[in-house]
């Protein structure tokens, strides 16, 4: 075997390692995002019912459009029309989140237009898992026009990423057999082409 067939079969399954390892990230990553979308959705869809709710509750038939801003990954604001007493809002975000298995740590802030304020926030634990979880709502620009309620989302990307634990480790696990493999051909490559270095020169030598 000479030195060209060598980087050819080496070159090969370098690049077929590479692949096979790419591969594997960019089905988790898609998978990953598929998920988060579906969840974002699942989301928008629930605090839309819950506005709904709101407006019959006032005796307002009437629909808002597009009241739902999703500000951040896990960040959402609802526009309604008139002031709400908290326990309500919080008992038909509960029931909705629910209805989808959206089993999240969330907290929500109420905005009143006329103090130009949040006017209460809670944290809710729909998942008793999470009870020593603090959050960290970000900043929130208010538009005041209207009044409005946000729910934020602390450990929705942590929650997300456990499904995918077994993905992840078996691309770490893919990643590791990967370097060892490519160490393994290199020390290989270097041996053969030592011995081939040897040959040469006996070959030299009985000419």
Same mark, same amino acid.
């Given at each position: 075997?000479?030195?060209?067939t060598i ?13 096979l390892v ?66 309500? *809002?919080?008992?038909? /975000? ?9 089993? !999240? #740590?969330? +907290?929500? &802030? $109420? ?63 893919? *990643?590791?057999?990967? /370097? ?9 490559? !270097? #041996?053969? +082409?030592? &011995? $081939? ?11």
């Open positions: 075997m000479n030195r060209s980087r050819f079969v080496i070159g090969l399954s370098v690049m077929l390692l590479i692949g790419s591969t594997q990230i960019y089905w988790v990553r898609n998978a990953y995002q598929l998920q988060e979308s579906q969840i974002n959705y699942d989301i928008t869809q629930a605090l839309k019912r819950v506005a709904q709710q709101i407006l019959l509750a006032n005796s307002d038939s009437t629909q808002l459009y597009d009241p739902i801003e999703q500000v951040t990954p896990n960040l959402f604001k609802v526009r309604i029309r008139e002031t709400i007493q908290p326990y309500y *809002l919080e008992t038909l /975000l509960a029931n909705e989140f629910k209805k989808e298995e959206i089993n !999240l #740590l969330f +907290e929500y &802030h $109420l905005y009143d237009c006329f103090n130009d304020s949040v006017v209460f926030k809670k944290l809710v634990q729909l998942d008793q898992q999470n009870n020593k979880f603090e959050s960290k709502t970000p900043e929130m620009n208010w538009d005041n026009d209207a009044h409005y309620f946000s729910v934020f989302f602390p450990n929705k990307k942590s929650k997300l990423l456990e499904q995918f634990d077994f993905w992840i480790i078996s691309s770490v696990i893919l *990643l590791f057999i990967v /370097l060892f493999f490519g160490y393994t051909i290199w020390k290989v490559k !270097l #041996l053969v +082409e030592f &011995h $081939l270095s040897i040959e040469t020169q006996m070959k030299q030598r009985s000419m």
